[in-house]
């Protein structure tokens, strides 16, 4: 009988002792779940692709990522000169759509549906944040971040008000979570400011 006292009140101390932070273990916390490495290449710019082929007579020209492949836009809703830049490394694609200015009401029309495109997104969207600005090149710009699990992460249009309306917008198409993407989207957004930036108008 002393014995088996004995024994419990051993037992008892032992787990005191663990439950006091006696154990040599570490106490397991969940660790946030992993992505998969993106390496990512230097931000590197051309312009070939608008001096030969397809895109010689576009009415626009400007710098894109030299690790991107411009091709024009074969889609059933595609107009002339409308084109995409596509990422095949990174999976992802800048949908690039043109219009020739005819008067003022169309260039209201163009910006209410470029509008209407991006606010499309509100119904997954956390967050839609609205800046205007000058390239610098001197034309009118409306960019657009949109924030949460969405379809295109990243927006703009350029004008020049008068004859060109150039509008841009990222695209993934994966279901992958957008927290995942934040470097990429990040990365090519870049590349879209310094094809924004670069952007002009040929005669």
Excluded at 36 to 48: D, V
Excluded at 50 to 72: H, R, T
């Amino acid at each position: 009988m002393k014995s088996f006292f004995q024994l419990s009140i051993a037992l008892l101390l032992s787990c005191c002792i663990y439950s006091c932070g006696g154990s040599t273990e570490e106490a397991f916390f969940p660790k946030p779940r992993g992505y998969y490495r993106i390496n990512l290449p230097e931000h590197q710019y051309k312009s070939e692709e608008f001096k030969k082929g397809e895109l010689k007579d576009y009415p626009y020209l400007f710098e894109v990522a030299s690790n991107a492949v411009v091709v024009p836009d074969e889609s059933f809703m595609s107009e002339p000169y409308w084109i995409e830049v596509q990422y095949p490394s990174l999976n992802a694609m800048v949908d690039i759509s043109y219009k020739k200015l005819l008067n003022y009401d169309s260039l209201v029309g163009y910006i209410n549906t470029s509008n209407t495109l991006t606010f499309k997104h509100d119904v997954r969207a956390t967050a839609i944040d609205e800046y205007t600005t000058t390239t610098e090149k001197g034309y009118s710009a409306v960019m657009y971040e949109i924030d949460g699990d969405v379809p295109s992460q990243f927006q703009f249009f350029v004008t020049d008000s008068a004859q060109h309306f150039f509008r841009a917008a990222l695209y993934f198409p994966t279901s992958t979570q957008n927290d995942s993407l934040a470097p990429v989207i990040e990365y090519i957004k870049e590349d879209m400011l310094h094809m924004m930036n670069t952007l002009e108008w040929r005669k």
